[in-house]
Structure formats: C-alpha cells, structure tokens
C-alpha cells in the first residue's frame, strides 16, 4: 500500500506559477513510475504528465508541453510538478498517482495503483 499526498495548489492569477509536490510513502518510491491527472468540474480526469522510476524519461498531454515540467527527488520520496504560464483552462483538481508496473507510466489513469486525494488549483484571468 502507498499513500500520496499532494500539496501546493492554490489561488494564482493568468501567467503565474505554481509547483505542486505529491509525498510517498514507503521504502521503494524509487521503483514506482509517476504521474500527474487533473479533473476539471464537470469533465473527465486527464492526464498531465508522467515520469519514470528514475526520472530520465517524460511524458506530457500536448496543452501542458512547455509550461509544466514534472521531476522527482528519489531521496525525498516526492514528486513535482512545476506549472508556469498557467491559464484559466489549468483550474483544477491535480492527483498524483503510482503506477507500479511500468518503467514510465502511460496517460491511461487505468494503469495507476495508487492515487493521493488532490489539491485544488485555480487561474483567475
């Protein structure tokens, strides 16, 4: 069993920055590849961005390539995501989430074991 908890999230106006940070649990976040999904109101949870177990290799969803940035500390058991020129359209709730199978995870939430509770983020244009 892993527990996330992400933290992070806020108020932040149209062009400004944000990182979000997901805490593990456990001795062997190292072997889990990671991933980021947001749920906006009224809409599916998307994908955002994924990592491998060592953080050489990433993925993101199209909207987000060139302002978010995803990373890992091994030693610190976190994950981050780093959001600039955020926009209206990024309002919402961002999970963290493990996928223990893979070496990189896929944009599939169906491939994740374990997911943190969220942390609400808001752009106001």
């Known amino acids: 069993q892993v527990q996330l908890v992400e933290s992070g999230g806020g108020l932040v106006q149209a062009g400004g920055s944000l990182r979000l940070s997901c805490a593990a649990s456990?001795?062997?976040?190292?072997?889990?590849?990671m991933g980021w999904f947001r749920q906006a109101p009224g809409k599916e949870r998307e994908f955002v961005a994924a990592?491998?177990?060592?953080?050489?290799?990433?993925r993101y969803e199209d909207s987000v390539k060139g302002r978010f940035t995803i990373s890992r500390d091994n030693a610190k058991n976190t994950v981050y995501l780093q959001m600039n020129s955020l926009k209206p359209e990024d309002t919402a709730v961002y999970y963290c989430?493990?996928?223990?199978?893979?070496?990189?995870?896929?944009?599939?939430?169906?491939?994740?074991?374990?997911w943190g509770q969220g942390t609400q983020v808001t752009v106001s244009s």
């Open positions: 990592i491998s177990q060592s953080g050489g290799s990433t």
């Open positions: 989430a493990v996928d223990s199978q893979r070496y990189l995870s896929t944009r599939y939430s169906d491939d994740y074991d374990y």
């Open positions: 456990g001795r062997t976040f190292s072997s889990y590849a």
